[in-house]
Protein backbone atom coordinates (compact mmCIF):
# COMPACT_ATOMS: atom_id res chain seq x y z
CA UNK A 1 0.00 0.00 0.00
CA UNK A 2 1.30 3.33 -0.96
CA UNK A 3 0.81 6.30 1.28
CA UNK A 4 2.11 10.08 1.21
CA UNK A 5 3.75 11.97 3.55
CA UNK A 6 4.07 15.65 3.62
CA UNK A 7 7.20 17.03 5.18
CA UNK A 8 10.41 18.99 4.98
CA UNK A 9 14.13 18.74 3.42
CA UNK A 10 15.27 17.84 6.87
CA UNK A 11 13.27 14.00 6.95
CA UNK A 12 16.06 11.44 6.58
CA UNK A 13 14.11 9.41 4.01
CA UNK A 14 13.78 12.16 1.71
CA UNK A 15 17.70 12.71 2.20
CA UNK A 16 18.22 8.76 1.54
CA UNK A 17 16.22 8.91 -1.46
CA UNK A 18 17.83 12.20 -2.74
CA UNK A 19 21.21 10.28 -2.51
CA UNK A 20 20.18 7.52 -4.83
CA UNK A 21 19.30 10.52 -6.83
CA UNK A 22 22.55 12.25 -7.32
CA UNK A 23 23.99 9.13 -7.97
CA UNK A 24 21.63 7.88 -10.30
CA UNK A 25 21.52 11.37 -12.51
CA UNK A 26 25.39 11.64 -12.50
CA UNK A 27 25.69 8.12 -14.62
CA UNK A 28 22.89 9.67 -16.77
CA UNK A 29 24.11 13.25 -17.09
CA UNK A 30 27.60 12.44 -17.31
CA UNK A 31 30.09 15.76 -18.16
CA UNK A 32 27.16 17.82 -17.25
CA UNK A 33 26.77 16.60 -13.88
CA UNK A 34 28.66 19.25 -11.70
CA UNK A 35 26.66 21.96 -13.79
CA UNK A 36 23.00 20.68 -12.87
CA UNK A 37 23.98 19.75 -8.81
CA UNK A 38 24.64 23.39 -8.31
CA UNK A 39 20.85 23.86 -8.91
CA UNK A 40 19.54 20.65 -7.06
CA UNK A 41 20.63 21.85 -3.51
CA UNK A 42 17.79 21.05 -0.63
CA UNK A 43 18.57 24.12 1.44
CA UNK A 44 15.77 25.81 0.76
CA UNK A 45 13.33 23.60 0.25
CA UNK A 46 10.19 23.26 2.81
CA UNK A 47 8.16 21.31 1.35
CA UNK A 48 8.60 17.77 0.48
CA UNK A 49 6.27 14.75 -0.14
CA UNK A 50 7.97 11.51 0.29
CA UNK A 51 5.88 8.41 -0.86
CA UNK A 52 5.88 4.92 1.07
CA UNK A 53 5.21 1.53 0.08
CA UNK A 54 4.21 -0.82 3.19
CA UNK A 55 6.46 1.50 5.60
CA UNK A 56 9.70 1.81 3.46
CA UNK A 57 10.45 4.90 1.48
CA UNK A 58 10.28 4.41 -2.19
CA UNK A 59 9.74 7.74 -3.80
CA UNK A 60 10.26 11.76 -3.22
CA UNK A 61 9.91 15.05 -4.36
CA UNK A 62 9.58 18.83 -3.84
CA UNK A 63 8.32 22.09 -4.12
CA UNK A 64 10.21 25.55 -3.74
CA UNK A 65 8.68 28.78 -4.76
CA UNK A 66 10.04 29.59 -8.14
CA UNK A 67 7.98 33.33 -8.26
CA UNK A 68 4.56 34.76 -7.02
CA UNK A 69 2.25 32.49 -8.92
CA UNK A 70 4.47 29.63 -8.83
CA UNK A 71 6.50 26.78 -7.33
CA UNK A 72 9.61 24.48 -8.88
CA UNK A 73 9.45 20.57 -8.79
CA UNK A 74 12.65 19.61 -7.61
CA UNK A 75 13.82 16.45 -6.72
CA UNK A 76 11.66 13.78 -8.12
CA UNK A 77 12.67 10.07 -7.53
CA UNK A 78 11.46 6.47 -7.28
CA UNK A 79 13.26 3.63 -6.62
CA UNK A 80 13.92 1.42 -9.65
CA UNK A 81 12.03 -1.70 -8.10
CA UNK A 82 9.11 0.27 -7.80
CA UNK A 83 9.03 2.09 -10.80
CA UNK A 84 5.88 2.39 -13.14
CA UNK A 85 3.59 1.61 -11.01
CA UNK A 86 2.11 4.97 -10.96
CA UNK A 87 4.22 6.53 -7.85
CA UNK A 88 5.81 9.26 -9.24
CA UNK A 89 2.23 10.44 -10.34
CA UNK A 90 1.09 9.84 -7.06
CA UNK A 91 3.97 12.16 -5.89
CA UNK A 92 3.67 14.68 -8.59
CA UNK A 93 -0.17 15.19 -8.11
CA UNK A 94 0.41 15.56 -4.09
CA UNK A 95 2.98 18.49 -4.91
CA UNK A 96 0.76 20.33 -7.50
CA UNK A 97 -1.92 19.57 -4.58
CA UNK A 98 0.73 21.28 -1.69
CA UNK A 99 1.37 23.79 -4.18
CA UNK A 100 -2.44 25.16 -5.51
CA UNK A 101 -3.45 24.67 -1.52
CA UNK A 102 -0.43 27.70 -1.05
CA UNK A 103 -1.79 29.64 -3.94
CA UNK A 104 0.27 28.76 -6.41
CA UNK A 105 -1.05 29.65 -10.19
CA UNK A 106 1.62 27.48 -12.10
CA UNK A 107 4.56 24.38 -11.04
CA UNK A 108 7.09 24.57 -13.53
CA UNK A 109 10.45 21.84 -13.67
CA UNK A 110 13.53 21.36 -15.79
CA UNK A 111 14.44 18.04 -16.80
CA UNK A 112 17.35 16.67 -19.19
CA UNK A 113 16.35 15.42 -22.28
CA UNK A 114 18.11 11.89 -21.50
CA UNK A 115 15.89 11.59 -19.01
CA UNK A 116 13.35 10.59 -21.54
CA UNK A 117 10.88 8.45 -18.09
CA UNK A 118 10.72 12.03 -16.94
CA UNK A 119 9.79 13.53 -19.90
CA UNK A 120 6.86 11.05 -20.28
CA UNK A 121 5.90 11.54 -16.86
CA UNK A 122 5.32 14.93 -16.88
CA UNK A 123 3.74 15.23 -20.13
CA UNK A 124 1.36 12.26 -19.18
CA UNK A 125 0.62 14.56 -16.02
CA UNK A 126 -0.30 17.33 -18.27
CA UNK A 127 3.02 19.47 -18.29
CA UNK A 128 3.65 21.86 -21.35
CA UNK A 129 6.76 22.75 -23.22
CA UNK A 130 8.28 25.69 -21.93
CA UNK A 131 11.09 27.08 -23.27
CA UNK A 132 14.05 26.98 -21.19
CA UNK A 133 13.94 29.47 -18.14
CA UNK A 134 16.77 31.04 -15.52
CA UNK A 135 19.87 28.78 -15.50
CA UNK A 136 19.00 26.71 -18.45
CA UNK A 137 18.26 29.44 -21.34
CA UNK A 138 20.62 27.96 -23.61
CA UNK A 139 21.52 24.65 -22.24
CA UNK A 140 20.93 21.87 -24.82
CA UNK A 141 20.24 19.03 -22.83
CA UNK A 142 17.74 21.00 -20.75
CA UNK A 143 13.93 20.77 -21.50
CA UNK A 144 11.15 22.86 -18.99
CA UNK A 145 8.00 22.45 -18.77
CA UNK A 146 5.32 24.35 -16.77
CA UNK A 147 1.33 22.95 -15.60
CA UNK A 148 -1.33 25.16 -14.92
CA UNK A 149 -2.94 24.35 -11.44
CA UNK A 150 -6.70 24.08 -10.37
CA UNK A 151 -6.69 26.19 -7.57
CA UNK A 152 -9.04 24.91 -4.52
CA UNK A 153 -12.29 26.60 -4.52
CA UNK A 154 -13.59 29.16 -1.55
CA UNK A 155 -16.57 29.54 -0.17
CA UNK A 156 -16.86 32.54 -1.99
CA UNK A 157 -16.53 31.09 -5.25
Given at each position: ???L ?24 D ?8 QY ?33 V ?38 G ?24 I ?7 F ?10 NS
Amino acid sequence: MITLKRTDASNLDFKKLVQFLDIELAIIDGDDHSFYAQYNKTDHIKSVVVAYNNGQAVGCGAIKEFDNESTEVKRMYVDNSVRNKGIASLVLKELENWASELGYKFTVLETGLRQQDAIALYQKNGYQVIPNYGQYIGVDNSRCFQKELNLPKTKNS
